[in-house]
C-alpha cells in the first residue's frame, strides 16, 4: 500500500441512518468512517467512554522519523483521532513496509486495543490483514500490520462501477468464509465496511482491522455474528448496484431514494443476478423476504458462507476480441505505385495494365534452360532418396530383431516450463506462523535465498509441538486454475520428510490439509531437490509443499529444515 489510496486513511462519516446495526464514531483507522446507530442486534459504543476532547488530550506526540522497538520508522500519519493514532511506517529490520496503531499506554482502550491484536494474530488465516506485533512499551501500546503495495480498497472498486455477478460472487464467497472461520475462533469484525476489504492483484480478497478496528473505536456487540453477517450483505448489495441499501450516503455511494425502504439489488439496477439478489436481502435484515421468494434469513457468516455454496457456481464474462482493420489496399495494387498525381498531370495508365516483357532475348533462353535442368536433377535426386528410404523401412520391418520405435507416428508432447507463481504463503494449519516474512525467498528465483525454520529441539517432527502437529511448509498461488504436469523443488537441506499436494480446481484460500485432496507426490524422504513429473496434469490453483519431518542439524539434538526455490510446471 504504498499509494494513500490502499492506506488507512480517514475518511469522513456520511453514512446516514442505521446502515450496519452499529453505533460508531467520525472516523476510522483502516479507510472508513461510519456514524451508525445501534438496532439492539448489532455493535454499540461501550458506555463511560471518554469523549473524543477528552481523549484527544493525551495523543501521543510523535513526528515522521520516530523509531518503535529500534525497528519501526513511522514515515507517515494517516489518521490522528481520539488518542489513538494511524502510520504508514517501515521494519527497517526486515526492510518492508508495515502499519501502525499508536495509543497511550493509559488510553482507556489500550487493554483492549491489546488483547483483540494478540488474539487476531493468533488467528493466522491468510484471508486476513495479519497482525505482525502488539507491544505496550515506553507508556505506549502499538499494533503493528502488514501493509499490502498491491491491494485495492473495495471503496475505489466501487467507484468505478457496480461489479459483474462473477466478481460480486467472489467477494461474498470469500468474506463470508474468512469470517465464518474467524467467528468460530471468537473473533468478529463489527466494523466491515468497503474500506476494511481489499482486492490483491491476484484477485484474492482480503479483511483487515480483525477484531484491532472495533477495539480502538470501543464498539461491542450483543450479537456480533448478525451484525457481520448483516455488514456482508451490505457489501455484496453494494457491489450488485454501485448504491448503499441504506437512506444515507455513505462510503461515496449514494444511498436508497428516500422513504422506498429496503428493495432488492434487482429491482434497483436492470441486469442484476436474480440470485445474488436474493442472498445479499437474506444477509440484511429484512426478515429474508424478497421479491419472488421466501427464504430464511442468513443470520452467521457460516449460514452465509453454505447459502452461496448452494448456488450455481457463476463463471467469468468470456473474453471479448476487438475485430481487426479493414485490409487497406496498397498505392501499388491500386496502380498508382511511384506516379504522382497533381494538377496538370495526365492520367496515369494502372499498372496492372502492362505485363512485364518475357525472356525473348539469347540471355533469357539460356536462363531458362538452366532452370529446367535444375529442377529435373532436383526431381530425379529426391525421387532416388524416396525410394531408398521406403527400401530400408521394408528391410526393417521384415527383421524380427529390429523394433520400431514410433508405430503412429505419434508427436512427442512439449517439454514442461515453469509457471508463473503470483503470490506464495506459509501453511499454518494451527494458526500461526514460521518464518512468515521469508516466505518470499522461496519463489524469488535465487536458489541462495531460502525460508528457514528456527531449531526444533529433541524431535524431529518440529519438536513434538501440539501447535506444530500438521508440520509446516509453502502454499504457492498460481493466479488461476492451471494444469500443473510436474514440480522442481530445491530443498534448503536433505532429509526432511516432505509431500506435494494439489487443492480442488475450485478451492479458495485453502488453509487446512483436508483442502488439499489431490496428492503430486508421495510423502517420502527428499534430498537436496524434490522433482516429480506427472503422468496426468492435475487442475489445481493452489500447490502445497508439505514438510512434517526436519532433519538434524549440526548441533546433534536440533532439527531444522526449509526451503529454497519452488518451480511448479505446465
Same mark, same amino acid.
Given at each position: 500500500m504504498a499509494e494513500r489510496s490502499t492506506a488507512a486513511v480517514d475518511v469522513a462519516d456520511n453514512s446516514g441512518d442505521e446502515p450496519l446495526s452499529a453505533k460508531a464514531d467520525e472516523a476510522t483507522t483502516d479507510g472508513t468512517a461510519e456514524a451508525q446507530d445501534s438496532t439492539g442486534a448489532g455493535p454499540r459504543e461501550v458506555v463511560d467512554e471518554p469523549t473524543g476532547s477528552e481523549v484527544n488530550a493525551s495523543t501521543p506526540d510523535l513526528h515522521?522519523?520516530?523509531?518503535?522497538?529500534?525497528?519501526?520508522?513511522? /514515515?507517515?500519519?494517516?489518521?490522528?483521532?481520539?488518542g489513538f493514532s494511524s502510520w504508514r511506517a517501515v521494519d527497517e529490520k526486515l526492510r518492508r513496509a508495515v502499519g501502525v496503531h499508536l495509543l497511550p499506554a493509559d488510553h482507556p482502550r489500550a487493554r483492549s486495543v491489546l488483547a483483540a491484536a494478540r488474539s487476531s494474530a493468533l488467528l493466522g488465516d491468510p484471508r486476513f490483514v495479519q497482525v505482525l506485533d502488539a507491544v505496550e512499551e515506553n507508556d505506549l501500546v502499538y499494533v503493528v500490520h502488514e501493509w499490502l503495495p498491491d491491494a485495492t480498497e473495495l471503496t475505489a472498486l466501487l467507484g468505478t462501477g457496480p461489479m459483474d455477478a462473477h466478481d460480486a460472487y467472489q467477494l461474498v464467497s470469500q468474506i463470508s468464509q474468512a469470517m465464518a472461520a474467524a467467528h468460530r475462533e471468537g473473533l468478529a469484525h463489527l466494523r466491515l465496511t468497503p474500506g476494511a476489504v481489499l482486492r490483491s492483484s491476484s484477485g484474492q480478497y482480503r479483511i483487515r482491522?480483525?477484531?484491532?478496528?472495533?477495539?480502538?473505536?470501543?464498539?461491542?456487540?450483543?450479537?456480533?455474528?448478525?451484525? !457481520?453477517?448483516?455488514? &456482508?450483505?451490505?457489501?455484496?448489495?453494494?457491489?450488485?448496484?454501485?448504491?448503499? $441499501?441504506?437512506?444515507?450516503?455513505?462510503?461515496?455511494?449514494?444511498?436508497?431514494?428516500?422513504?422506498?425502504?429496503?428493495?432488492?439489488?434487482?429491482?434497483?439496477?436492470?441486469?442484476?443476478?436474480?440470485?445474488?439478489?436474493?442472498?445479499?436481502?437474506?444477509?440484511?435484515?429484512?426478515?429474508?423476504?424478497?421479491?419472488?421468494?421466501?427464504?430464511?434469513?442468513? +443470520? +452467521?457468516?457460516?449460514?452465509?458462507?453454505?447459502?452461496?455454496?448452494?448456488?450455481?457456481?457463476?463463471?467469468?464474462?468470456?473474453? =471479448?476480441?476487438?475485430?481487426?482493420?479493414?485490409?487497406?489496399?496498397?498505392?501499388?495494387?491500386?496502380?498508382?505505385?511511384?506516379?504522382?498525381?497533381?494538377?496538370? =498531370?495526365?492520367?496515369?495508365?494502372?499498372?496492372?495494365? &502492362?505485363?512485364?516483357? $518475357?525472356?525473348?532475348?539469347?540471355?533469357?533462353?539460356?536462363?531458362?534452360?538452366?532452370?529446367?535442368?535444375?529442377?529435373?536433377?532436383?526431381?530425379?535426386?529426391?525421387?532416388?532418396?524416396?525410394?531408398? +528410404?521406403?527400401?530400408?523401412?521394408?528391410?526393417?520391418?521384415?527383421?524380427?530383431?529390429?523394433?520400431?520405435?514410433?508405430?503412429?507416428?505419434?508427436?512427442?508432447?512439449?517439454?514442461? #516450463?515453469?509457471?508463473? &507463481?503470483? !503470490?506464495?504463503?506459509?501453511?499454518? $494449519?494451527?494458526?500461526?506462523?514460521?518464518?512468515?516474512?521469508? #516466505?518470499?525467498?522461496?519463489?524469488?528465483?535465487?536458489?541462495?535465498?531460502?525460508?528457514?525454520?528456527?531449531?526444533?529441539?529433541?524431535?524431529?517432527?518440529?519438536?513434538?509441538?501440539?501447535?506444530?502437529?500438521?508440520?509446516?511448509?509453502? #502454499?504457492?498461488?498460481?493466479?488461476?486454475?492451471?494444469?500443473?504436469?510436474?514440480?522442481?523443488?530445491?530443498?534448503?537441506?536433505?532429509?526432511?520428510?516432505? /509431500?506435494?499436494?494439489?487443492?480442488?480446481?475450485?478451492?479458495?484460500?485453502?488453509?487446512?490439509?483436508? !483442502?488439499?485432496?489431490?496428492?503430486l507426490t508421495q510423502l517420502k524422504t527428499a534430498g537436496s531437490s524434490l522433482k516429480e513429473t506427472l503422468s496426468k496434469p492435475v487442475r489445481t490453483r493452489y500447490v502445497l509443499i508439505h514438510i512434517t519431518e526436519l532433519p538434524s542439524d549440526d548441533t546433534g539434538s536440533g532439527y531444522r529444515g526449509g526451503i529454497s526455490e519452488i518451480s511448479v510446471l505446465g
Open positions: 515522521s522519523g520516530h523509531k518503535l522497538a529500534g525497528r519501526y520508522r513511522l /514515515e507517515e500519519c494517516v489518521t490522528r483521532l481520539d482491522g480483525l477484531a484491532v478496528n472495533a477495539a480502538l473505536r470501543g464498539i461491542t456487540s450483543e450479537g456480533p455474528q448478525r451484525a !457481520d453477517t448483516e455488514a &456482508i450483505g451490505a457489501l455484496l448489495y453494494a457491489a450488485l448496484t454501485q448504491r448503499w $441499501p441504506y437512506e444515507s450516503d455513505a462510503y461515496g455511494l449514494s444511498g436508497l431514494p428516500k422513504g422506498v425502504g429496503l428493495i432488492a439489488p434487482d429491482q434497483v439496477r436492470a441486469g442484476v443476478h436474480r440470485g445474488l439478489s436474493e442472498i445479499a436481502m437474506r444477509a440484511l435484515a429484512n426478515d429474508g423476504a424478497t421479491a419472488s421468494r421466501q427464504e430464511q434469513p442468513c +443470520t +452467521t457468516p457460516d449460514e452465509l458462507a453454505k447459502a452461496v455454496a448452494a448456488m450455481p457456481r457463476i463463471r467469468p464474462p468470456e473474453p =471479448t476480441f476487438t475485430a481487426p482493420p479493414e485490409y487497406q489496399r496498397t498505392t501499388y495494387q491500386q496502380g498508382t505505385y511511384g506516379r504522382p498525381t497533381g494538377p496538370g =498531370t495526365p492520367p496515369t495508365q494502372s499498372v496492372h495494365a &502492362i505485363p512485364p516483357a $518475357p525472356l525473348q532475348s539469347r540471355t533469357g533462353k539460356t536462363l531458362k534452360w538452366a532452370v529446367s535442368a535444375l529442377l529435373i536433377a532436383a526431381l530425379g535426386l529426391g525421387s532416388w532418396q524416396l525410394a531408398e +528410404t521406403l527400401l530400408d523401412r521394408d528391410n526393417s520391418s521384415g527383421d524380427p530383431g529390429t523394433t520400431q520405435t514410433n508405430p503412429k507416428n505419434e508427436v512427442a508432447p512439449p517439454p514442461a #516450463v515453469p509457471l508463473r &507463481i503470483t !503470490d506464495a504463503a506459509e501453511f499454518m $494449519p494451527s494458526g500461526s506462523g514460521i518464518k512468515q516474512e521469508a #516466505v518470499p525467498n522461496t519463489i524469488d528465483g535465487k536458489p541462495g535465498t531460502a525460508w528457514i525454520t528456527p531449531r526444533y529441539q529433541g524431535y524431529a517432527n518440529f519438536g513434538n509441538l501440539p501447535s506444530r502437529k500438521d508440520g509446516s511448509g509453502i #502454499v504457492v498461488d498460481l493466479g488461476s486454475v492451471k494444469d500443473v504436469s510436474g514440480i522442481d523443488i530445491t530443498m534448503y537441506r536433505s532429509g526432511q520428510k516432505a /509431500e506435494v499436494l494439489a487443492a480442488d480446481k475450485s478451492a479458495s484460500a485453502p488453509s487446512s490439509l483436508a !483442502d488439499f485432496p489431490q496428492r
